[in-house]
């Protein structure tokens, strides 16, 4: 492996810089003259390593992350503001706006993807593809809750109309793995349900919201939707400080998450809807078809260079076959092909972290020293932009590789006897958000499963974990999560249950025919939307 130069082909290359300039607050695309920060790629254009000068974003300030602030909770105003009293059937209309201009952006920000985060062309794609199918599948599930409560319900002599309402103000903050996905997966469910947001995009993934910023502006009520670029700290820290956030809804880091949940000081108002850290584990049990095994562990681990929060980041295989496993999935390793994104087949890629090979290299010396070995022969070659990924075995809990989240190329294996060990593991761990179990005989899984689901939220029959398909529930327990996503469940957890209820007598009931007659108001209607 060498980072000899990859011919780029014509219609990936940069030809020029992108300058974003604008931010959007208060419906208006703003020109900001100020402070800006420059983007590279860490995928050398040239024969001689340097990473790609790909372009500038603005680097805003505090003022300006206020000025967000401001302008969505003037969208909200109090309740008032147009977007949260707005008919359900014309927020769908802004959102269908928005998407089909999105549509037309596809080239472009794949392009971006590939250059900012290293994800492969066919990654690239489906990260964008599954990002315009989750909005027009939330879409229809907003208009299914929307007709489920268009109707009256009555107990103990008292009318119920039942909906689900806003929260409020929202900040959303996405991770770099999933720049366009994740982030989405957060504001569009926000903003469907009446919210007013403010975004920032992660540190990696940036420059890839510039081809869509017109849409944002033109689709959506002025303020409803604001767009910051800079940093986390002096962004998003003064934002919460004033408590006027409602939902604070992060897909990254926890220490992020403690940090921004802290500031906030009446935190008992704020909503949180938190995607973390996991160490998701796979357990090998002794009659586990090993071909099948070992492809759902090849795609588990390394699946964009295991850049991954459902990334399986340890094996446990049992004793019995642990040499065997070893010996295939080490050299199933070594025939993945490392690329740029663009390259035909292109497994693995470069890494959008320059510091990142620096610590996988860390990870792998502890493990040595501490009497792991590396399996493969490729693992941990370096260039400037890559480690080839370690398989490391055996390894123990001692070590910082067992014990921290990779986040990136390295495989730490481990074996055991008895199920009792990585169970107890698992329960000991800090995370709990899934697991892949590989076997056969229903009496040995069937007890596993039963513990299983109650340590994780998701277990894997016989394939790797996945947050996929996006109406299944994605969550978890323990440091990995607050609340659940899904195209179903994010609606539900960017609002609230809030309701009319009005005693059945002549007066009232008369009060409500009229409502629905003349249909003046927007929450009190049975009408269908179709
Ligand atoms: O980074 C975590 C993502 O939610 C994982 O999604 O399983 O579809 O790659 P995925």
Redesign the pocket.
Known sequence: MNNQFYQIPNQYKMTSLIHQKTYLVNGELKTWNGDTADVYSTISSTEDYQKTHLGKVPNLGENEAIEALESACLAYDKGQGLWPTLKVVDRIACMEKFVEQMKTKRDEVVKLLMWEIGKNLPDSQKEFDRTVDYIYDTIEEYKKIDRDAAKFEKHSGIYAHIRRGPLGVVLCLG?Y??PLN?TFALLIPALLMGNTTIFKPAKFGVLLFEPLMEAFQNSFPKGVVNIMFGRGRVLATPIMQTGRIDALALIGNSKSAKVLQKVHPRSNRLRLIL?LEAKNPAIVLPDADLDLTISECISGTL?FNGQ???ALKVLYVHEDIVEEFNKRFSAKVDELKFGNPWDEGAKLTPLPEPDKPEYIQELIDDAKEKGANILNPKGGKTIENFIFPAVLFPVSKDMRVYVEEQFGPVIPVVSFKDISQPLDDIADSNYGQQVSLFGKNVKALAPLIDTLVNLVCRVNLNSS????PDVYP?TGRKDSAVSTLSVHDALRSFSIRTFVASKDNEYNNAILNELLDKKVSNFISTDYIL
């Open positions: 991770p793995n999933y994740e995607g699946s991954r929060c459902t974990c996945q947050r996929g994605f």
